[in-house]
């Protein structure tokens, strides 16, 4: 089996070049008109764009970006499962900027349903709406759909490529495909003779690959198993290839300085730096400057050299600023109404609970900084980058170069890290328009750790108001009002210059769209006009909508004097039975009782989102020299699990992220400038603050569920409300340092 390295540099070419001796697979009904991107050369065959066999091996064509998520895997396994392909010798490449990639469950997510409530009508309606992605090349790995948007089409690529191949070694061996088998990447006749698909890359090149039947899930043998990664080896090994590895020759080092109030420059003075020995020129970027030298270390030292004056903010410059802002615009009439059942004007007899909640800006600080490397011939860009968006990565790299999309070639490398980040393309575009000065001369172009955390597009901070009446134990009316600046509205004026219609659904989910029955049920959206550079952040809106949410949920638990692991099960089970078997099943594993000994807390805390219900228990301890998270108990039900230990990192991940932020995570700004600079004022949890998990997985869902980013909401109103319990303080503001004495 040849290596990655030998099969993408020798053997074959991603949309410019042949596939020497082999053939290239995928049959999917709804992608039969989309160009294939995989173009042969003389007197071979590619029958569309997910799986190549040749003389040296299988190699599977990933739609989706692994930023260690675990997704090569899953993808793979699905393809592996219907073609009957050996684990061993499978391949796994990242596929090219190509329509025929696009996702089309991602825009399905925007509909403003009940997500969980969804009829099969609407879960058609969000694959049919899904469809508009391919007009718009939306090759975009996110919103948690990589193995939803796979499901289907990637098995039924390798169906009908294991089908091809049996029908070209029938042809060889003069019988009839029918009583041909496979198994372990080779076709087996009556006989015994054995065929490998390998042998066949030749011959398979002539069959039409039929549409065939998937098999029933009670046949799988990889797909609903834990499998061995395919980055294991590379990543356990540290041969696994990352942007910042790439290393070309005659490479030059380069690295950027742009404006932290996010406007223009004003004028610079390089006196200093562009005298450095080793630095071979600054560049003028427009809002800001570009550095090309002999090392990235001293690329960094020249660019913080540089005398530069900066464009005023056009957004308020302090924290306190942009909270007024904030909590301004809810007395602003609402810009949706995405959930307003009963009425919640309504005088009912009961207790009042009301309450305030604030959550900061929250940068993404990936563990690799943003990075790209660009070679510019004139004709042509090549560009190297670890991103989640290869199609818009290569239309803005066209752009700034002045060239056409197809002069330039994306190679889209093992991310270290993304949570939403690299679905931006400014890293990718900076390294190209540097590399446009350097005609035919590689650029490595790498932020320093400073320009990427003061550089970042963050999660909004966010206000919400609450207020509930609780009577005879059960949640009778709950009214809530969300004030944010809209992360998608942002997004996309940076992105195509205009705002989507109809409501922002994104800005209230996680707290609209909860599976509660509560028959008085208000909940408003209000957006914040304000241009602090904003982006998706790992679980988008859920993020901060999960803990007002949640925490308010918890509060009326206690207001209505019922155990709150209860309150929520009793709303869930008349809404949602696989949300209210997740929150049993977190009572159970946890073996929760409602009482906990003096020094201990428990919370519990819920988020439906990404089409998975995921319940969690935090348990912390007051040690006497601070406060420690003990365990985290998490249930979630994904509907199918294709592969159980990855769906479990992913949870744990998600919740340590979300710890991570609800613990300590905070962006301020003064003089319009974000303050946080490094891992030391913006950290994460460590080894020795990292509580233990444990993970159940559910699969009553009627439908797939996604699991890279559910693990994160629960986890932040988990915390607090764990932390409630053990000191009857209730924390309505993030991180919970401010309030709490925590073990960092």
């Given at each position: 089996m040849a290596s990655i390295g030998k099969i993408a540099r020798r053997t074959f070419l991603?949309?410019?070049?042949?596939?020497?001796?082999?053939?290239?697979?995928?049959?999917?009904?709804?992608?039969?008109?989309?160009?294939?991107?995989?173009?042969?050369?003389?007197?071979?065959?590619?029958?569309?764009?997910?799986?190549?066999?040749?003389?040296?091996?299988?190699?599977?064509?990933?739609?989706?970006?692994?930023?260690?998520?675990?997704?090569?895997?899953?993808?793979?396994?699905?393809?592996?499962?219907?073609?009957?392909?050996?684990?061993?010798?499978?391949?796994?490449?990242?596929?090219?900027?190509?329509?025929?990639?696009?996702?089309?469950?991602?825009?399905g997510l925007a509909l403003p349903f009940r997500h969980y409530a969804d009829t099969e009508f609407q879960h058609n309606l969000r694959k049919n709406v899904g469809m508009v992605g391919k007009l718009l090349n939306l090759q975009v790995t996110g919103g948690s759909t990589s193995t939803k948007d796979a499901y289907d089409r990637m098995r039924h690529a390798g169906a009908s490529a294991r089908e091809a191949l049996k029908l070209a070694a029938a042809n060889q061996l003069g019988v009839d495909a029918d009583t041909l088998q496979t198994k372990n990447s080779a076709v087996i006749a009556p006989d015994g003779t054995t065929i490998l698909y390998t042998s066949l890359a030749e011959a398979v090149r002539e069959i039409t690959p039929p549409d065939v039947e998937l098999r029933d899930k009670?046949?799988?043998?990889?797909?609903?198993?834990?499998?061995?990664?395919?980055?294991?080896?590379?990543?356990?090994?540290?041969?696994?290839?990352?942007?910042?590895?790439?290393?070309?020759?005659?490479?030059?080092?380069?690295?950027?300085?742009?404006?932290?109030?996010?406007?223009?420059?004003?004028?610079?003075?390089?006196?200093?730096?562009?005298?450095?020995?080793?630095?071979?020129?600054?560049?003028?970027?427009?809002?800001g400057i570009g550095v090309v030298a002999s090392n990235t270390w001293l690329a960094i030292q020249a660019a913080e050299a540089v005398d530069i004056e900066w464009e005023p903010s056009s957004y308020p410059e302090t924290t306190e600023g942009l909270r007024e802002a904030i909590v301004a615009s809810l007395d602003n009439e609402p810009d949706s109404t995405i959930r307003d059942d009963g009425d919640v004007t309504a005088a009912i007899d009961g207790t009042e609970v009301t309450a305030t909640y604030h959550v900061p800006f929250l940068a993404h600080s990936t563990m690799e900084p943003m990075n790209a490397t660009a070679l510019y011939t004139g004709e042509a860009l090549e560009i190297w980058s670890g991103n989640q968006a290869p199609v818009i990565v290569r239309d803005k790299c066209a752009e700034v170069c002045g060239l056409e999309p197809e002069q330039v070639t994306v190679h889209t490398t093992m991310l270290g890290g993304g949570f939403g980040r690299r679905g931006e393309w400014d890293f990718s575009s900076h390294?190209?328009?540097?590399?446009?000065?350097?005609?035919?001369?590689?650029?490595k172009m790498t932020w320093s750790r400073e320009e990427d955390m003061?550089?970042?597009?963050?999660?909004?901070?966010?206000?919400?108001?609450?207020?509930?009446?609780?009577?005879?134990?059960?949640?009778?009316?709950?009214?809530?009002?969300?004030?944010?600046?809209?992360?998608?509205?942002?997004?996309?004026?940076?992105?195509?210059?205009?705002?989507?219609?109809?409501?922002?659904?994104?800005?209230?989910?996680?707290?609209?769209?909860?599976?509660?029955?509560?028959?008085?049920?208000?909940?408003?959206?209000?957006?914040?006009?304000?241009?602090?550079?904003?982006?998706?952040?790992?679980?988008?809106?859920?993020?901060?909508?999960?803990?007002?949410?949640?925490?308010?949920?918890?509060?009326?638990?206690?207001?209505?004097?019922?155990?709150?692991?209860?309150?929520?099960?009793?709303?869930?089970?008349?809404?949602?039975?696989?949300?209210?078997?997740?929150?049993?099943?977190?009572?159970?594993?946890?073996?929760?009782?409602g009482e906990t000994p003096e020094n201990i807390g428990r919370g519990i805390g819920f988020t439906y989102s990404f089409g998975t219900p995921t319940a969690e228990v935090v348990e912390v301890e007051d040690t006497g020299n601070g406060i420690r998270i003990n365990k985290v108990w998490i249930a979630c039900d994904v509907g199918t699990a294709l592969d159980p230990s990855i769906i479990e990192a992913q949870m744990t991940s998600g919740a340590v992220y979300g710890l991570s932020a609800a613990m300590q995570g905070e962006v301020t700004f003064f003089d319009g400038e974000a303050e946080q600079y490094n891992f030391y004022d913006y950290d994460a949890l460590r080894m020795h603050n990292t509580p233990a998990f444990e993970v159940?997985?559910?699969?009553?869902?009627?439908?797939?569920?996604?699991?890279?980013?559910?693990?994160?909401?629960?986890?932040?109103?988990?915390?607090?409300?764990?932390?409630?319990?053990?000191?009857?303080?209730?924390?309505?503001?993030?991180?919970?340092?401010?309030?709490?004495?925590?073990?960092?």
């Open positions: 991603i949309g410019t070049a042949a596939i020497v001796g082999g053939v290239a697979f995928g049959v999917y009904q709804v992608r039969k008109d989309a160009p294939n991107p995989l173009i042969a050369g003389d007197g071979e065959a590619t029958l569309n764009p997910y799986i190549l066999i040749n003389q040296e091996g299988i190699t599977i064509i990933a739609p989706r970006a692994e930023m260690g998520q675990g997704v090569h895997t899953t993808l793979a396994a699905l393809v592996a499962e219907e073609m009957d392909v050996a684990w061993e010798d499978i391949t796994v490449l990242h596929g090219p900027p190509a329509q025929a990639y696009y996702n089309q469950a991602l825009l009670s046949e799988w043998k990889y797909l609903g198993k834990s499998m061995p990664r395919t980055d294991m080896v590379a990543k356990s090994t540290g041969t696994a290839s990352y942007a910042a590895d790439t290393k070309l020759d005659g490479m030059k080092f380069a690295t950027v300085r742009m404006s932290p109030k996010r406007q223009g420059m004003i004028s610079y003075d390089d006196s200093i730096a562009k005298d450095m020995p080793g630095v071979e020129a600054i560049v003028d970027l427009g809002d390294a190209a328009r540097i590399a446009k000065d350097f005609p035919d001369t590689p650029i003061r550089h970042d597009f963050y999660r909004p901070a966010a206000t919400a108001q609450f207020r509930g009446v609780v009577a005879n134990g059960t949640a009778q009316l709950l009214e809530g009002r969300v004030a944010a600046p809209s992360v998608t509205h942002i997004s996309s004026m940076r992105l195509v210059g205009q705002i989507p219609p109809g409501p922002d659904r994104g800005h209230v989910e996680g707290a609209a769209d909860q599976p509660y029955a509560i028959p008085n049920f208000r909940l408003t959206g209000h957006l914040t006009d304000i241009d602090v550079p904003l982006g998706f952040w790992r679980s988008v809106g859920n993020s901060f909508n999960g803990f007002f949410f949640d925490t308010f949920i918890d509060e009326m638990a206690h207001a209505a004097e019922t155990d709150p692991l209860a309150f929520r099960l009793n709303m869930a089970r008349a809404e949602h039975a696989p949300s209210a078997g997740v929150i049993e099943a977190v009572g159970e594993m946890s073996n929760w009782i159940r997985i559910l699969e009553t869902n009627p439908h797939m569920g996604g699991v890279g980013e559910p693990g994160t909401p629960p986890s932040m109103p988990a915390l607090g409300n764990a932390l409630f319990d053990l000191t009857g303080t209730r924390a309505r503001e993030l991180p919970l340092i401010k309030t709490f004495d925590l073990i960092l």
